[in-house]
C-alpha cells in the first residue's frame, strides 16, 4: 500500500531525512518513534505530498509521488500535529467544507459527514464553533476530516496529543478499528501508546531510520535472545554454580538478595536476569535445570525490555556513534537503568 524507497529530503542549515526505506501492506499500522528533529513529521509531510523529496522514490496505492501527485494525495487522510481547522466554523460546517474540498459527491456529503461524526464521537458538538472547543474536541475534529471520503491510507501526526486519559483510550480503539479498512502511520510520543496501537515500529534518529520491527522483534535484536528474570530460594553459590552449568546460556546477571514478606524460610531469595539465544524456550530449560538441583523458583518472568528502553538504548547509541560526548548519552538515567549489568558465563555474576 505503501512503499518508501531511499527517500532523503535535504535542507540548506539543517538536517532532513536521509535514505530513509520501508513499506507497509494494506490494514497495517506502523508507529514512527523519534526524539524531537528525528525526521518524523518530514518523512509523513514527504509521504503526503506536502514535501517533495530530495532523492528517493515514493508509492501510494500504486501511484507514484512524482509522477501522479494528486492520485497519490487522493488516497490520504492525513491529520497534522497541528490540525487545519477554522474557529470560526462549527464543526459541522467545517467537515461539509472539508467533503467539498475532497471531492465527496453533494449528495453524500450529508450523510459522509454523519459518519465520520459518529466514528469520532463529535454529535453533541457537531454545531457548536470550533474555536470555542476543547483540545481534545479540536484533535477529534481533525481526526474527522483526516477519514472524509474514507481514504485507504492515514496517516496521523501525534494523534493523542492533549487528550485525557478517557480520551485516549477511545482514540487508541478507534485507530485499531480503522485497520480494517486503512493502512495507518501515526506518531507518538507516548510509548506505550504506539506498543498497544502498532503492529510494527520505526525509530528515527537525526533524520535516519535506525531500528524497524515488531516491538517484540526488537526486543529480541536488543537482548539478542531471550531474556528472563528469575527469583530462586536458595545459597547464592548453588544458584550461580548452577547458572554457570547450563550450556544454553549467553550470560546473566546478580539482581540482588530479596526479603522474603513472610520471614519464615531459613534459605535467602535472590534474584538474576539470564539470557540465551537458544531457540528453545528458556523458561523450560531452566525450571527443568533447578527442579533436578532442587532449588526453588518461587518467581520467572519474561524480562524483554520495554519500547522505552529500546528506544533510550538505540538513540543514545546513534548520538555516541555520530561523535557527540560518552557523558551527554549518560545523562540519560532511563539508558543507564534499561542496560542491567551483564557478565558472561566464565565471570562470576556479580
Given at each position: 500500500m505503501i512503499e518508501v524507497e531511499n527517500v532523503s529530503k535535504l535542507y540548506p542549515n539543517e538536517k532532513g531525512v536521509s535514505e530513509i526505506s520501508f513499506s507497509l501492506k494494506k490494514g497495517e499500522i506502523l508507529g514512527l518513534l523519534g526524539p524531537n528533529g528525528a525526521g518524523k513529521t518530514t518523512t509523513m509531510r514527504i509521504i503526503t505530498g506536502y514535501l517533495y523529496p530530495s532523492g528517493g522514490s515514493v508509492r501510494v496505492g500504486g501511484y507514484d509521488l512524482f509522477e501522479q501527485p494528486l492520485a497519490v494525495r487522493r488516497q490520504i487522510g492525513y491529520l497534522p500535529e497541528i490540525p487545519p481547522l477554522y474557529p470560526e466554523m462549527n464543526v459541522q460546517g467545517y467537515l461539509e467544507f472539508v467533503a467539498g474540498?475532497?471531492?465527496?459527491?453533494?449528495?453524500?456529503?450529508?450523510?459522509?459527514?454523519?459518519?465520520?461524526?459518529?466514528?469520532?464521537?463529535?454529535?453533541?458538538?457537531?454545531?457548536?464553533?470550533?474555536?470555542?472547543?476543547?483540545?481534545?474536541?479540536?484533535?477529534?475534529?481533525?481526526?474527522?476530516?483526516?477519514?472524509?471520503?474514507?481514504?485507504?491510507?492515514?496517516?496521523?501526526?501525534?494523534?493523542?496529543?492533549?487528550?485525557?486519559?478517557?480520551?485516549?483510550?477511545?482514540?487508541?480503539?478507534?485507530?485499531?478499528?480503522?485497520?480494517q479498512e486503512h493502512t495507518v502511520i501515526l506518531s507518538s510520543h507516548i510509548l506505550p501508546e504506539v506498543n498497544m496501537i502498532c503492529e510494527r515500529v520505526i525509530i528515527m534518529d537525526q533524520g535516519r531510520l535506525v531500528a524497524m520491527d515488531t516491538p517484540e522483534g526488537l526486543s529480541h535484536?536488543?537482548?539478542?535472545?531471550?531474556?528472563?528474570?528469575?527469583?530462586?530460594?536458595?545459597?547464592?553459590?548453588?544458584?550461580?554454580?548452577?547458572?554457570?552449568?547450563?550450556?544454553?546460556?549467553?550470560?546473566?546477571?546478580?539482581?540482588?538478595?530479596?526479603?522474603?514478606?513472610?520471614?519464615?524460610?531459613?534459605?535467602?531469595?535472590?534474584?538474576?536476569?539470564?539470557?540465551?539465544?537458544?531457540?528453545?524456550?528458556?523458561?523450560?530449560?531452566?525450571?527443568?535445570?533447578?527442579?533436578?538441583?532442587?532449588?526453588?523458583?518461587?518467581?520467572?518472568?519474561?524480562?524483554?525490555?520495554?519500547?522505552?528502553?529500546?528506544?533510550?538504548?538505540?538513540?543514545?547509541?546513534?548520538?555516541?556513534?555520530?561523535?557527540?560526548?560518552?557523558?551527554?548519552?549518560?545523562?540519560r538515567p532511563e539508558a543507564s537503568a534499561a542496560g542491567a549489568e551483564r557478565s558472561s558465563k566464565g565471570g562470576n555474576g556479580e
Open positions: 474540498l475532497k471531492g465527496v459527491p453533494k449528495q453524500a456529503v450529508a450523510k459522509e459527514t454523519a459518519r465520520v461524526v459518529e466514528i469520532t464521537g463529535l454529535g453533541d458538538v457537531r454545531f457548536q464553533l470550533i474555536g470555542s472547543l476543547s483540545k481534545g474536541y479540536k484533535q477529534r475534529t481533525g481526526l474527522a476530516q483526516a477519514l472524509l471520503n474514507s481514504p485507504p491510507v492515514l496517516i496521523l501526526d501525534e494523534p493523542t496529543v492533549g487528550l485525557d486519559p478517557k480520551q485516549i483510550i477511545e482514540i487508541r480503539n478507534l485507530i485499531k478499528s480503522l485497520a535484536q536488543i537482548n539478542k535472545g531471550q531474556r528472563v528474570e528469575i527469583e530462586v530460594r536458595g545459597e547464592r553459590e548453588a544458584i550461580t554454580g548452577l547458572l554457570q552449568s547450563i550450556p544454553e546460556l549467553n550470560d546473566w546477571s546478580y539482581g540482588g538478595e530479596v526479603k522474603n514478606p513472610w520471614g519464615t524460610e531459613a534459605q535467602p531469595n535472590h534474584k538474576y536476569i539470564v539470557t540465551s539465544q537458544s531457540p528453545s524456550d528458556l523458561r523450560a530449560r531452566l525450571f527443568s535445570a533447578f527442579a533436578q538441583a532442587k532449588l526453588t523458583i518461587l518467581e520467572m518472568r519474561s524480562a524483554n525490555l520495554s519500547l522505552e528502553e529500546i528506544f533510550l538504548r538505540l538513540t543514545t547509541q546513534e548520538h555516541v556513534e555520530e561523535g557527540q560526548a560518552p557523558g551527554q548519552a549518560e545523562e
